[in-house]
């Protein structure tokens, strides 16, 4: 295995050309896989009509169009693996019990939030602040979700599943996704079977949800930033005074 000469207790030690961390046991932690939508009970993202038809985790929700199977909040991510943007196929499980939480985002690189939003992320330049801040769902607070994300305080996992061009998103299209809104602590995935979608069924993009040190769903939405960076604010408070506590202890 690849992570055979490194030391898991060495920060500076990775497998990750990102610098990513690694759980050397992941392989323990339970994996309630993604499902499918041809037998019961369905796996997320599929069409329902009643609870029963989702898993114990997971509801029949009501959508725009239909109604899916979406998971509730504790739900456990299920594992996966794809390729970021330095070539590697990094597994999501690296980041259990790293102690820090995760912001999931379900994106597309066509959509012009989820430009802002990586935009914003990546340069302090006051004409890109000027624009997310016009944004109706702005909050001044969220000015601190940037600085959580800069600082390591919490990780940033992207999953796109479409291009520019609404194609298949391809290793290259995240490498020059990152070239252009360049971040050391956000992680781009390639997701073409769109089985990060399926799984929190967004009805828009960008859709950002929060999950804890163990990839448990903690805050969900079908549509935008709101809970995920509220909850992120809360959660960081939280970790804040426990590391403080722990130093005085």
């Avoid at 329902?48 to 199977?69: F, G, V």
Wanted: hydrophobic content about 35%; some cysteine.
């Amino acid at each position: 295995e690849n992570y055979m000469s490194t030391d898991p207790n060495d920060a500076s030690s990775v497998i990750y050309k990102g610098g990513w961390p690694f759980n050397l046991e992941k392989d323990g932690k339970h994996d309630p896989g993604f499902g499918n939508c041809d037998e019961l009970p369905y796996g997320n993202g599929c069409v329902c009509s009643s609870d029963d038809e989702c898993r114990p985790d997971a509801h029949c929700l009501t959508l725009m169009m239909d109604a899916a199977c979406v998971p509730r909040i504790g739900a456990q991510l299920p594992r996966f693996s794809a390729i970021d943007q330095y070539g590697d196929e990094f597994d999501i499980y690296d980041l259990v019990g790293q102690g820090k939480p995760v912001i999931l985002e379900i994106g597309t690189q066509w959509c012009r939030p989820c430009k802002l939003v990586s935009q914003w992320l990546s340069t302090d330049s006051k004409v890109v602040f000027d624009d997310i801040s016009d944004e109706p769902w702005w909050k001044p607070e969220y000015t601190k979700v940037k600085e959580i994300i800069r600082d390591g305080g919490a990780y940033w996992v992207t999953a796109f599943h479409q291009n520019a061009y609404r194609e298949e998103v391809t290793p290259d299209d995240v490498a020059d996704w990152h070239d252009s809104y360049p971040h050391d602590n956000v992680i781009l995935l390639t997701d073409p079977d769109e089985k990060m979608k399926m799984w929190v069924r967004p009805t828009a993009y960008p859709t950002l949800v929060f999950l804890d040190e163990e990839l448990q769903l903690r805050a969900h939405t079908l549509r935008g930033v709101k809970e995920a960076w509220e909850m992120l604010l809360q959660y960081h408070v939280i970790l804040s005074h426990r590391h403080s506590n722990l130093q005085n202890y």
